[in-house]
């Protein structure tokens, strides 16, 4: 009992390692999911306790009829390809990987375990499956593609900043999706005539040049791409848009949480939540090859209305009464 305990109240600091069989009958043999992600625990914890709840909604027991294995890149896409081989050396039944970077180490590492994917821009694009409807391969999911999305980002920084003419898009040059989100940018600015210029970024040094270079070129606003590293620095991030006035609009809305403008996107936790069904339709027998991936339905709009005060900007009405989220 008292080994229990033990277990049971360092639990927290054990979300972090592998969890152990607590009540396995001799001879069964309890399948194992692997997850791997780019960010840093501290940063990710509610996308990963998002996966573990969707799990418990679906009868799962962690240790006793599920165990789980979460690998943390800690914000360096070059560890991904050694997590990835650690989890298939296990080996894991299942893994579950974040974001097109760890999605493509997940798929380097192996051709033969099913691999669920999560927050990938445009998973056709970057070469992971066929396509959406029959994926082929072992690779199946959730994406963030929506045409539309880019654009729709790029009209709410103009609404709000009034008649932008040059705006920076802030990039990761390891994350291969954002060259696909920089041309659906760069199309939604030319009709909006609007001159789009990309800014890259990898690390919290190279974010810092990112916003120091758009504040010394008098850009009008940024649009930061979806980017698990990216994500990470959020709190910098936020800190120099606001140390150089800049409006800046976010994908996730952590970044608006942390201080910043306004973040139009796929509700996150909720994707990563449903990466449970996947996971449980694969250990019943799906083949990945034939289950469908699926597209965000639910997407959140918050505003930071002390952030707008602080740079001087009026909210547009249009924009308040859309929002999910208005942070006073």
Known sequence: MTTRRKLLAGFGAAAMAPLVAL???????????GYLFSFVPAE????????????RGLGYVEGR??????????????RLPGLARDLVNLPVDVLVAAATP???????????????MVAVGDPVKVGLVASLARPGGNITGLSLLTP??????LQLLLEISGRA????????????VHAVFLEETRAAATKLGVQLEPLRARNDREMQQAFDSAGAQHFEGVVLFDDPVLWSHRKLAVALAARHRLPVVYGYSEFVDEGGLISYGPDRPDQYRRTAAYVDRILKGARPANLPIEQPTRFELVVNMKTAKALGLAIPQSILVRADKVIE
């Open 102 to 116: 760890a999605n493509r180490a997940a798929k380097a590492a192996t051709s033969t375990i099913p691999i669920v």
């Open 165 to 176: 003419k040059r705006v920076a898009a802030l990039i990761n040059p390891d994350n291969d």
């Open 23 to 33: 009540a396995q009958k001799p001879g069964t043999r309890i399948p194992r999911v």
């Open 65 to 78: 009829s599920i165990l789980l294995e979460p690998r943390w890149a800690e914000g360096h896409h070059e």
């Open 148 to 153: 539309e999305l880019s654009g729709r980002r």
């Open 44 to 55: 990710g914890q509610h996308l990963w306790e998002a996966c573990r709840t969707g799990l």
